[in-house]
């Protein structure tokens, strides 16, 4: 695989950086061996990201892009139905720049980036940063996270009292020795967690309830510790508050004793929790946050009470609560009193307290503090782990409480400003007709006349179960843009690919694109395709037009072209140009809600219209490679390329 050009370039007046070869320019081949001056040798573009850029990682930290390596797996987000996803990172770059973007959205998420670098919008898909407007919606993940940090080593389980066999079952996964630095430990974190909630263990069997695809997570969780697990449902009737109603249970269920037993010895209670005595496992405490978050997650995606407000505005301090029988009650409290002090290590502040109790049981819980400050730590620092629906609205939460803080900040500072002009001996209808458009009469008088400070929400603020309706959609949260600055840099930008369709990835909480450019590997060799090479060359300039010089297949009016630009790819597939399946692997499902043909100039139209059905000119290239020298042969691999002089397209 060739990283880049290994000898030289000649770069035209135009030219600018790229991968592989420069924007703009040509490149000479083999010289000595009637060779050609390619005016084709052309790059694809780098759009980057400066150092300190937070990338999130698919365990839930953050990482500086310029820390991140080949093979780290972070989030990306499903271009189908906006779900977090798991992508590899295949490919990092670098490069110098001397100017870089600053995005500010209105609830005060900020990215810096170069110009040409994409976002993710709501009405047009992926916007390079210099063509973002103000007002625009973008897509945020607004989970955060916290810093990854390595973990001090040192040893969980040793395994050498373990039975032979269960001992020989463990070793095979690679989850013995169990150490603070075992690459599977995070997984184990995360199913520990929600098993102290909502699962099972019993004899040799683990068993999960939760909804299909939040179960689904669980099974692809539990592949990577090497144990398959099967999905079961069933219907089944319930009673509540004098309500029967049916309901479709999902239950996970594995059958292993050497899982059952790990769990176990990693401190989850067998049988009925309510009468086993069980703590936060004493190693938790010693791990670095990261994993700390995963336990915290797993267990509040089976136990935590969902965002949920009292009035659509202020919301309920979220609760989770444990039934124990009444001679375990102090257990009950010491649990949950590690759970606050994990909570602590946050800056989440929380309170323990009774719930009720009877003759036979006794119930606890505790609350997280609802004021914005503490919510907006807990959901965006822990959040839920296999929780979709949780996992959303906390997203929801995260974004809407920032408004509203902001909102509250601006009319205490607005406050301030009421009372130092009153002071000042401007008159209150002055200031009244001045400030009308932002605040009502009441405000002002209030503000001039007593000492009151704080201030409450303003009549209109949207309320937050609307707000879910209006700017939710899968696990991302659309947000305005308020700000946009180009600012002098000058030093080193980042970037990377992400292995799986959607190529995106989150950075400091934005939906961002990464670059890269389709290669198709072949299962041919060079020697297979020799002898038919003037063959197929042929037939490819014949059934693939370049869109330059003949131009392409296809011949239409102006006025047909213009309902190409409003139909996108929609027009394609009504005159049988293409498959409608093909809607779901283009940007924008190939039809742009906002484009508007008026906008294009007829000139434009003009030179445009003759290259539709063809490859397209400029740096659209279609190339016959062979592979003739493998620098990097992990990544080579990683995308088929095995052998020099493989064919690839």
Partial sequence: ??????????????????????????????????????????????????????????LGCRVNIEELSIDDRVVSISKKNKVKEEGEVVLFTSRYENTIYEVKTKSGFTLKATSDHPILTREKGMVRVDELEEGMEVAIYPFEGVDYEKPKEFTIIRGEKLPYTLKKELKKRGLLPLTSRNAKLPYILKILGYVLGDGTINGKQLKIYGCKEDLEEIRKDLEKLGYKAKIYSRKKTCKLKGYVFEHQEYALKVSAKSLVKLLA????????????????????????????????????????????????????????????????????????????KLLEKFGIKAVIRKAYENEDKVCLRLL?????????????????????????????????????QKIIEERKILRRILKEEYLQGIPLTVIVSKYRGKVNQRFIERSVYSEVKNTRIPKGLIRFEEYVKSKVEGDIVYDEVEEIKAKRYNGLVYDITVSNENHNFIADSFVVS???????????????????????????????????????????????????????????????????????????????????????????????APQLGSLGSGNHFLEIQTVEEIYDRKAAKRIGIEDVGQIVV
């Fill in 1 to 58: 695989c060739l990283p880049g050009i290994v000898r030289y370039s000649f770069v035209m007046p135009d030219g600018h950086e790229g991968y592989g070869f420069p924007i703009g320019g040509v490149a000479a081949f083999d010289p000595e061996e009637k060779g050609v001056i390619s005016p084709g040798g052309v790059g694809y573009d780098i759009n980057c990201l400066p150092p300190g850029t937070k990338v999130l990682t698919s």
């Fill in 265 to 340: 010895i990693l401190g989850c209670p067998e049988g009925n929790k309510t009468q086993a005595k069980y703590r936060v496992p004493w190693f938790i405490f010693k791990l670095p946050l990261w994993m700390i978050r995963l336990f915290l997650a797993g267990y509040f995606g089976a136990e935590l009470s969902k965002p949920k407000t009292i009035n659509g505005y202020n919301f309920y301090m979220p609760e989770l609560k444990i039934v124990k029988i009444k001679k375990l009650e102090k257990n009950a409290w010491e649990f949950l009193e590690g759970i606050k």
């Fill in 368 to 404: 997280v503090r609802s004021d914005s400050e503490n919510l907006i730590k807990l959901y965006s620092k822990i959040g839920y782990e296999y929780n979709s629906l949780r996992r959303r609205l906390a997203n929801a939460a995260i974004v809407y409480l920032k408004l509203k």
């Fill in 514 to 608: 990464n670059c890269g450019v389709r290669l198709l590997r072949t299962n041919l060799m060079l020697d297979d395709l020799k002898p038919k090479m003037k063959t197929l060359l042929d037939t490819l300039a014949r059934n693939v037009p370049s869109g330059v010089g003949r131009g392409g297949l296809i011949r239409i009016s102006i006025s047909e072209l213009d309902k190409v630009l409003l139909e996108g790819v929609d027009w394609a597939i009504d005159r049988g140009y293409a498959w409608s399946e093909d809607k779901e692997h283009i940007e924008e499902k190939g039809h742009m809600v906002s484009a508007d043909p008026d906008k294009v100039s007829l000139r434009a139209k003009q030179r445009g």
